[in-house]
């Protein structure tokens, strides 16, 4: 007798853990039939009981997408199995849910099998975060790819260009030929555009962060929102005490406008346009930040319409470089890997969400810093192109750009050494007679880095200034110190005239 009370309560207990647990439990008869259902069950799908007893299991499952698992799983209740199973489910709204599925037989006394058991593990957060980390691998491997291709593209568009220049400059105004060089000079003033676009998302595109503040950076291109559409109403919603962020100011403004543009295209016959910024404490507090790693304070600076909106197929494609959905001519598809390059850059991360017919947000997370405001730096258009007479060493292992280099400079009066090898370069500064007042090298070069060779130079040379040339840098630690070691830069391709005016400008440093 005492046994039985013991069973007996044994028994209430375990229908109550049951009942309580987390997972989803669902008990059926050995063809299926739904015969009870735990509340974890009913909250996860939003069903009520009455809506799922003695309906087979099958309810639950989608049958256009799982027709061979719904068959496996009817197989193995046949065979009396048990039986797991990565499966889609339906909520009772329609929605879909990704969940692991784990079925298994219950015997009567151990021997005839009665019932099944099925418990179901909500595991959509799961799922969203390998997408997430597929699509990461994914754009770097494009980047790679991108960033290579520009980065050599834009030596030869260095060479193509500076000659146009030069022939451009010795030729007659009514010259017949002008007009055709005038067509290859336009011709490559494209072709650098689209290298420089395909750099910003490959991360490769040198910036020149400031401590900004991002709601002054809204306020200030807010004239220019103001035209992206008559019908469309623009609505800032800042934060009031938003932190500053360390970001290429010109570039976030390039950002949140082709944000903008995009959301007025998909707005044809009007809506509603918000930005918002807002203070995130920590990053680790939002899944999709945590799993990339982020940490600590953030900016998140949205852009959202009430447009066309996506399907999660194209969502998935948005930040390639090239995919559009647009018409020729009307799109190029890399305003979004340019938002994406950006992003990546800073140290930030951007998402997007969107559903077809109910509008689309993108919210781009940026590092707090703490830091006061920069101070905007001078523009450096104002320093005159004019040529000098002082003596630069030009390391540059890519020849025709070095020839290029060369000549433009000697034509501008300067006394000019050079070398492809970084290597040569402290034996040419002991061999010159005049003293060398400028560096101009090339950053990324086999053996020694620009950099490295700047740094040895000037243990000879205290005072060395140096001009660094380049179609990107490739890590962090070189983008750092073109910032912080009182170096100039000048980004490829350039046109003769740039290369004086940087010239100039690093001669006065
Ligand atoms: P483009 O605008 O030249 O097509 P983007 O890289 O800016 O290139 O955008 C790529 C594609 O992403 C667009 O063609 C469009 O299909 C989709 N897209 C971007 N923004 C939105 C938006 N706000 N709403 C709907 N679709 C968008
Ligand atoms: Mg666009």
Redesign the pocket.
Known sequence: LITGVNTERERVRLASAIEQASEAVVITSDDGTIEYVNQGLLKMLGYDSRDVIDHNITLFYSHQYEPDSLMGMQQAMAEGRTWTKRMVVHKKNGESLDVDVNMSPVRQDGGRITHYVHILRDISKESQLEAQLRQAAKMEAIGRLAGGIAHDFNNQLTVVRGYCDLLLRDLQPGDPTRECIEQMDHATKQATTLTSELLSFSRKQILKPQVVNPNQIIEDIRKSLGLVGEDIRLDLSLQQDIGNIRVDPSRLEQAVM?LAI??R??MPSGGDLAIRTANIDNAEDILSLRAMGLQGPMVMIEVE?T????DAE?SEQ?FEPF????KKGK???????MVYGFVQQSDGYIQVD?RPGRG?SFRMYLPRVSEALDVEAPLEKTTPAEGGSETILVVEDDNTVRQLVVRVLREHGYKVIETGVPEDAPRLIEQSDTHIDLLVSDVVMPGTSGPMLARMLRQRLKFLRVLFISGYTDEKTLRREIHFAKVNFLQKPFAPEDLCRAVKQALRT
Do not use: C, H, P, Q
């Open positions: 082709n995009n959301a295209d998909a319409d447009g066309l909106g996506m194209t948005v995919f559009t959905t647009k799109g190029t598809g890399l305003g979004l890997s969107s689309t």
